[in-house]
């Protein structure tokens, strides 16, 4: 596995990602889902439109979609949390999507929220308590057209040290 604190490095490296992928997320893995753009501002996710990930109505899988949207977000909570001075717990807490077309290509999922994500990580480190962010993810298929639209709540919380 690469080491958590390279994420950034790691998810700019193909081969990389998918050897995080492989111990981390298998099924992301598995669905074709590549980090394409990444930076403190923005990731963006892609996955194919692909046998392994359409329903019987011959659009994409929803489920498939769920993840590389949460992904979009993910890659950026998780690059920050492993830069945390100290150990950090991550997670979604809420999700909530819509579908305004049905996904039949290659599905772009795009998070602009880094900034707002950074924000509640350094709250909760200052704090030591939890936080949580909204963040949103919007899939474009390769027209260009908004195909689905994910709202996730992350919650992140500085760990308790184990005193020996």
């Not at 929220?113 to 950074?118: C, L, Q, V």
Request: aromatic letters at 10%.
């Amino acid at each position: 596995m690469a080491d958590s604190n390279n994420i950034r490095k790691t998810a700019r490296r193909p081969f990389l990602m998918k050897l995080f992928m492989l111990k981390n997320m298998p099924m992301g893995l598995l669905a074709g889902l590549r980090v394409v753009e990444f930076d403190d501002k923005h990731a963006v996710v892609t996955v194919p439109y692909k046998y392994l990930n359409i329903n019987p109505f011959q659009s994409m899988y929803f489920a498939v979609m769920s993840m590389a949207a949460e992904l979009s977000s993910g890659v950026q909570a998780i690059a920050l949390v492993s830069e945390a001075p100290r150990p950090m717990s991550m997670l979604v807490f809420k999700m909530e999507a819509s579908f305004t077309k049905k996904a039949r290509t290659r599905i772009r999922f795009v998070c602009n929220d880094g900034e707002k994500i950074a924000q509640a990580i350094n709250e909760s480190l200052k704090t030591g308590e939890g936080k949580t962010v909204d963040v949103t993810s919007t899939g474009y298929d390769a027209e260009g057209d908004v195909v689905a639209i994910f709202q996730f709540t992350w919650t992140f919380k500085p760990k308790k040290v184990k005193n020996n």
